[in-house]
């Protein structure tokens, strides 16, 4: 079983960066797909960056030009690179599949924008 642990959010004004981390206890260069979801209070969980498994990513129309996914397939670490941050960004991150297999979830990251 593939244990996912995030960590690196924080409290951030609006316009900020803050980069997010998870450490995947598997081989991430051999997964299909990974990605980062966040969930809002209130909200569902939603993805909004993917890595492919050839390195190429996608993202949700929100966070495009803004965000950027990135893994170290040495040390199984997935990143999101967030800049530009708004208020509406805030949420708990987390990290997991993103082509049919999913583990369960780690405990997430909270990030905050706020002024």
């Known amino acids: 079983q593939v244990q996912l642990v995030e960590s690196g959010g924080g409290l951030v004004q609006p316009g900020g960066s803050l980069r997010v981390s998870c450490v995947v206890s598997?081989?991430?260069?051999?997964?299909?797909?990974m990605g980062w979801y966040r969930q809002a209070p209130g909200k569902e969980r939603e993805l909004v960056a993917i890595i492919i498994s050839d390195g190429r990513t996608n993202y949700v129309d929100s966070v495009m030009g803004r965000f950027t996914i990135s893994r170290d397939i040495v040390k199984n670490v997935l990143y999101l690179q967030m800049n530009s941050l708004k208020p509406e960004d805030t949420a708990v991150y987390y990290c997991n599949g993103a082509a049919g297999t999913q583990w369960d979830w780690g405990q997430g990251t909270q990030v905050t924008v706020s002024s």
């Open positions: 598997g081989n991430i260069s051999v997964m299909k797909a």
